[in-house]
């Protein structure tokens, strides 16, 4: 019954590797949103000082 599934040598390490750089792209991101959104922050209150 799991013949059919043992067949590769390793079980996949596939996809732990997509799910690693799929990891990295939203940290990426999350940093990069992150970021912008403060200094939005800073220009809206450098703007509210003048």
């Known amino acids: ?5 043992q067949r590769p040598a390793m079980p996949g390490w596939e996809v732990y590797a ?8 939203i940290f990426f991101l999350y940093l990069m949103v992150r970021r912008t959104v403060t200094g939005f922050k800073e220009g809206i209150k450098e703007s509210q000082r003048k």
């Open 1 to 5: 019954m799991f013949g059919r599934l």
């Open 18 to 25: 997509i799910l690693a750089v799929l990891l990295l792209l």
